[in-house]
């Protein structure tokens, strides 16, 4: 299974009716095109120069290569964000937060409602597999210490740059190497863990400086009320 | 089956030369080379005292073959140049896909 998140900066902001369009786009996108999983979106309520969220998944490489070449894709959601176009209500950040998302074997990621926060990592490139996986495993185990945290998840950021076919690496480099995601009963449950005495909170509130022998060398969070209008057509 | 790309550009008068001037020297070497065709690009009368409508009409053969365009187009740092400085010059506009209709023959 694919698990992607698309997050963007807006120019008129959430009650520019283009970027409304947009947003309900992305929220009904299922309904059009029936490999769009889990679809949900957001509006950031994190610091991060982030607007809108679009959180889904694919049940595999092949359903996301149906995905790319569907009309609805092409002619809708792009009319919004590609560069070139006429109707482009997105605007350039330099977040490299655009796209991301990982592999992961099912949707270990379902939250029916409340609210998503992913963190989004950058993980010392030295670190060994083992050590990464580790700190994975750390980062997974919160809920089980924290119960205001419902749901972890950790992956490597793939999707950001097999943005093309689901595999294959694209030219580039991916700024943000893991994605860890979040879920949360509500928002109180969200401000109950950060400012929780867990050493992961800890860690966190210090932008991880020195956690696991300073295993992450940058995160940027974002957070929302999750929107969810994916029924089928 | 031809897909058609439909991008309705709406641009001051005095802008109708630099936004045209864009689409050749940059829009069109971006775009043909990505894989795409340029069909037709016509702009309405600057001499009507209103602003100036120009249509683009890109061709491929299907949303297969657009998929690639894309790739390749967001591949190409001139394609972000080409939406930066279109996004400077127009004031509006439209993008749709459009396909051949029986009325003229399927064409």
Same mark, same amino acid.
């Given at each position: 299974?694919?698990?992607?998140?698309?997050?963007?900066?807006?120019?008129?902001?959430?009650?520019?009716?283009?970027?409304?369009?947009?947003?309900?786009?992305?929220?009904?996108?299922?309904?059009?095109?029936?490999?769009?999983?889990?679809?949900?979106?957001? +509006?950031?309520?994190?610091? =991060?120069?982030?607007?809108?969220?679009?959180?889904?998944?694919?049940?595999?490489?092949?359903?996301?290569?149906?995905?790319?070449?569907?009309?609805?894709?092409?002619?809708?959601?792009?009319?919004?964000?590609?560069?070139?176009?006429?109707?482009?209500?997105?605007?350039?950040?330099?977040?490299?937060?655009?796209?991301?998302?990982?592999?992961?074997?099912?949707?270990?990621?379902?939250?029916?409602?409340?609210?998503?926060?992913?963190?989004?990592?950058?993980?010392?490139?030295? =670190?060994?597999? =083992?050590?990464?996986?580790?700190?994975?495993?750390?980062?997974?185990?919160?809920?089980?210490?924290?119960?205001?945290?419902?749901?972890?998840?950790?992956? =490597?950021?793939?999707?950001?740059?097999?943005?093309?076919?689901?595999?294959?690496?694209?030219?580039?480099?991916?700024?943000?190497?893991?994605? +860890?995601?979040?879920?949360?009963?509500?928002?109180?449950?969200?401000?109950?863990?950060?400012?929780?005495?867990?050493?992961?909170?800890?860690?966190?509130?210090?932008?991880?400086?020195? +956690?696991?022998?300073?295993?992450?060398?940058?995160?940027?969070?974002?957070?929302?009320?999750?929107?969810?209008?994916?029924?089928?057509? | 089956?031809?897909?058609?790309?439909?991008?309705?550009?709406?641009?001051?008068?005095?802008?109708?030369?630099?936004?045209?001037?864009?689409?050749?020297?940059?829009?069109?070497?971006?775009?043909?080379?990505?894989?795409?065709?340029?069909?037709?690009?016509?702009?309405?009368?600057?001499?009507?005292?209103?602003?100036?409508?120009?249509?683009?009409?890109?061709?491929?053969?299907?949303?297969?073959?657009?998929?690639?365009?894309?790739?390749?187009?967001?591949?190409?740092?001139?394609?972000?140049?080409?939406?930066?400085?279109?996004?400077?010059?127009?004031?509006?506009?439209?993008?749709?896909?459009?396909?051949?209709?029986?009325?003229?023959?399927?064409?």
């Amino acid at each position: 299974m694919l698990r992607r998140f698309e997050m963007y900066s807006v120019a008129g902001g959430d009650r520019d009716p283009k970027v409304r369009r947009l947003a309900e786009a992305f929220s009904t996108c299922g309904q059009f095109i029936p490999e769009v999983l889990h679809s949900a979106v957001g +509006w950031n309520l994190s610091p =991060a120069p982030l607007q809108l969220v679009w959180e889904h998944a694919y049940a595999s490489p092949e359903a996301y290569r149906r995905y790319m070449v569907h009309p609805f894709h092409a002619a809708v959601l792009d009319r919004y964000l590609l560069a070139d176009s006429p109707e482009r209500v997105v605007t350039d950040n330099d977040l490299g937060a655009g796209l991301v998302g990982y592999s992961c074997d099912g949707p270990t990621f379902v939250l029916a409602c409340g609210v998503r926060r992913l963190v989004l990592l950058q993980v010392d490139r030295a =670190a060994s597999e =083992a050590e990464v996986g580790r700190a994975a495993e750390v980062l997974e185990s919160v809920p089980r210490a924290t119960p205001a945290m419902a749901l972890s998840v950790v992956g =490597a950021n793939t999707m950001g740059r097999a943005w093309f076919d689901g595999v294959t690496p694209m030219p580039g480099s991916a700024r943000w190497s893991h994605v +860890w995601e979040q879920g949360f009963e509500s928002l109180d449950a969200l401000r109950s863990y950060l400012v929780s005495d867990t050493d992961v909170a800890s860690a966190e509130r210090e932008n991880f400086s020195n +956690w696991r022998g300073g295993l992450v060398t940058g995160s940027v969070s974002v957070h929302y009320q999750m929107l969810v209008s994916d029924r089928p057509r | 089956m031809t897909v058609y790309l439909v991008d309705t550009i709406e641009v001051a008068a005095d802008r109708l030369e630099a936004y045209l001037e864009l689409v050749e020297t940059v829009g069109v070497p971006v775009m043909t080379e990505a894989g795409a065709r340029l069909d037709r690009c016509t702009a309405t009368s600057v001499a009507l005292g209103e602003p100036v409508e120009i249509q683009i009409v890109w061709s491929f053969d299907d949303h297969g073959q657009w998929n690639e365009i894309r790739k390749n187009m967001v591949l190409d740092p001139r394609w972000y140049e080409y939406g930066r400085r279109g996004a400077s010059l127009r004031t509006g506009g439209t993008r749709r896909f459009h396909y051949p209709t029986p009325a003229a023959g399927g064409r």
